[in-house]
């Protein structure tokens, strides 16, 4: 950016300008405070948010206890016995988290190894855009593939798994999240300087040592900040588990049980006739809340890792 | 792949070959193919859902299926409705977000001083970009639909929608901005021109291709979202075409929810041929996004 003073040429030219130079400077000013105000935007959206949340969040626990809402092991406040723990929940929401990360981390991690390390020009040209597709995909649509598709392919593997598991969830959300973590993996790779890797190959280290003891150490900082956002990316998605991962909050790591997670359970209170200003529509926003400040965290620590941790080279 | 690329190769040139070179070597290979193996896990992923979605849905795809309305029988039922809902939707999503958006991005490249506000507006616009979408569902649900009043209408949809996308395209728009070269800012400057001026006249024209870009990229994703417009209330079952900003609606993604949850198959099969109509539409915006960059990056070159 330029700091520019304003009006520069015309100081010198005299009283037919200035009424000229009022103008322009009212006009100058309205824009800047025009554009300000759309920067402002943003920072109301996240006031907005937390105020939402905030408020009947508030509203929700003058009926329900924090205690009960954090260790209560039932969460059932649209049956006429009422719990209100998120234990359930919230355990759906890691069970699918977990599983979709022991794809995308791995795979994604190697993708991005081969993207950087071994793909010439051309190969890499066509492979990253066909990922990136991967990532443009609908949710839905991959709720739509992990019932018709994932689901049925599981049973035929394991014979107990239920229609709506958390297995077949967890499946497309990893392969979702894969050119999250490979594209953000392949940036902190690629970022590590040549010279590192000549000096290894000068020494005699084959391409797999390397990769994989010079240059993945020298980028950890990166590879471990896209892990993270992965991992919150899985926590915060929302119809591929609605659809695939059923609706029965269940206390269980048997992946190939139904389950729901957080997200899942939001949609499902907004798809009913839920009045508002209910006990029923207000724990919409305690777990929005809870959601919110989870997925939150993952991210200022995934931005921290990337800050505090990175490696300067030159 | 040579043995070269998988090392020991120094050693080799010498004569000496020692088992454990050849260990180190076999090892790379097996490191290599174990890499090429995970980025064709993505590919194969991709073709095996195409696939799945086209065997399904391609022999549902009439022209009567275009025109006509959701139904409890599935060999009647179409996508007029949402389909009409998914064009109001882009249409007035863009009409919101591109403004805001791109006044936002030129504020912060051009305007912002470097102070602490600023700065706070900026990480703001990066941790707006990781919350999920279904938490602007639910902002739109209690500020648009309840506090405003707007209702379960097209405008709230298309608000919610339009702060989804917002700091997607101010972070485009602000790359595109930034590689602006300041050469032509500090020539602008010297004739004379006002910030606005140098803005209007050099910066934006030059920034456009990569502002457009993003704008339609973000646009394509405001297209697919779900959850926050089931979140607003967005109907499913509609037997009109909107016609005003207060209509009800809903959109190919909500529709394709409800027949994906219902348990026939037949229902299954619509769902999927509603899903290849969503994906040619994303694919038709994706080109476009991908048009008009190589077109501008020629016309700026030539």
Redesign the interface.
Known sequence: ??S?P?????QLAGPLASSRRRS?RI??GA??T??????????L??V??VV??VK?TVGFFQEVSIAEFLTETRWTPLFSEKHFGILPLMAGSLLVALGSALISL??????A???S???RGRTRAI?KP??E??A??????????A???VTPALRLVFPTTEIYNAAAASIVVG?MI??TV?SLSEDALRAVPLSLRQGAYGL??????V??RVVVPAALSGIIASFI?AI??A?????AV??AAGNMPNLTANPLEAIQTM?AY??SV??GDTP?GTIEYKT??AV?FT??ML??AM??VS?VVLERFREQYE | MSGREHGAAGVRALGVDSARDRRRRRAGVAFWAMCLGATMVGVVALLVLLTDVLMDGLGQIRPEFFNSYASRFPERAGIKAPLYGTFWILGLTALISFPISVGAAIYLEEYAPKNLFTRIIQVNIANLAGVPSIVYGILGLAVFVRWLGLERSLISGALTLSILILPVIIMASQEAIRAVPDSIRQAAYGLGATRWQVTRHQVLPMAMPGILTGTILALSRAVGETAPLIMIGALTFIAFTPEGLMDQFTVLPIQIYNWVSRPQDEFRQIAAAAIIVLLALLLTMNAAAILLRNRYSRMRAG
Do not use: D, H, W
């Open positions: 950016m330029v520019a304003e009006a520069t040429g015309n322009r006009r100058e824009i800047g025009l554009l300000f105000l759309c920067a402002l935007v943003s920072t959206v996240t907005g948010i939402v949340l009947e791995p795979v994604g991690l190697l993708t190894i081969y993207l390390e071994y793909a492979l066909v990922l597709i991967l443009g995909i609908p949710t839905v649509v991959y709720g739509y593939f019932l018709t598709f392969i894969i050119p490979a005699g280290a084959t391409k797999l040592e990769s994989t956002l919150s990316r926590i915060g998605e929302t119809m609605t659809i997200t939001i949609v907004s798809l508002f919409i926003f929005g959601l919110f997925t939150l991210n200022v931005q």
